[in-house]
Antibody, heavy 119, light 107 residues
Framework: QVQLQESGPGLVKPSDTLSLTCAVSGYSISSSNWWGWIRQPPGKGLEWIGYIYYSGSIYYNPSLKSRVTMSVDTSKNQFSLKLSSVTAVDTAVYYC????????????WGQGTLVTVSS | EIVMTQSPATLSVSPGERATLSCRASQSVSSNLAWYQQKPGQAPRLLIYGASTRATGVPARFSGSGSGTEFTLTISSLQSEDFAVYYCQQYNNWPRTFGQGTTVEIK
């Protein structure tokens, strides 16, 4: 059973860097899948942030590309997200998810973690 | 960027009735479209991929159709657990984009 679990600070100050980790269990992150981040501002819709492959290949949403860094740690079976220079508009529930093989849709999701940007 | 437009924003349906949700893409996405269901406080759940293939464990009352720019999610007979928000997502072009969602509520 594939399980994903996000972790990281729930409160980040404006202009700081948001850092989240997604721990994957029940499945090897080194298998032929892409791994992704998606966010959802409170009461709003979903926004794709990016995908990362275990080899380090990456696709970012151009709207966030200048501020986003994704990485993968195969030894810990986890991948990470960093979003720099955050403002209140970055307040959202952040989800990590698996995209099966090169299918690009998300078949397994983490429960999500709320990150609030506030001083 | 491909804009995904879902209609209606809210659909009021009685249990046992049929629900039809629409998703329109601003340009062709072929059949590279997925549907997700999201309940309050939960992560989205994959229902349909490839425009018409049900994901593992999804009941047969959920069906998807369409290609190109016009897509439909049909719930043949609404059950109490189906009242939720539904999102479409295209994965044909970069960046990947979602629709704004359709809320299916109890009439």
């Amino acid at each position: 059973q594939v399980q994903l679990q996000e972790s990281g600070p729930g409160l980040v100050k404006p202009s700081d860097t948001l850092s989240l980790t997604c721990a994957v269990s029940g499945y090897s992150i080194s298998s032929s899948n892409w791994w992704g981040w998606i966010r959802q501002p409170p009461g709003k819709g979903l926004e794709w942030i990016g995908y990362i492959y275990y080899s380090g290949s990456i696709y970012y949403n151009p709207s966030l590309k200048s501020r986003v860094t994704m990485s993968v740690d195969t030894s810990k079976n986890q991948f990470s997200l960093k979003l720099s220079s955050v403002t209140a508009v970055d307040t959202a529930v952040y989800y990590c998810a698996r995209a099966y093989r090169s299918s690009w849709y998300f078949d397994y999701w983490g429960q999500g973690t709320l990150v609030t940007v506030s001083s | 960027e491909i804009v995904m437009t879902q209609s209606p924003a809210t659909l009021s349906v009685s249990p046992g009735e049929r629900a039809t949700l629409s998703c329109r893409a601003s340009q062709s996405v072929s059949s590279n479209l997925a549907w997700y269901q999201q309940k309050p406080g939960q992560a989205p759940r994959l229902l349909i991929y490839g425009a018409s293939t049900r994901a593992t464990g999804v009941p047969a009352r959920f069906s998807g159709s369409g290609s190109g720019t016009e897509f439909t999610l049909t719930i043949s007979s609404l059950q109490s657990e189906d009242f939720a928000v539904y999102y479409c997502q295209q994965y044909n072009n970069w960046p990947r984009t979602f629709g704004q969602g359709t809320t299916v509520e109890i009439k």
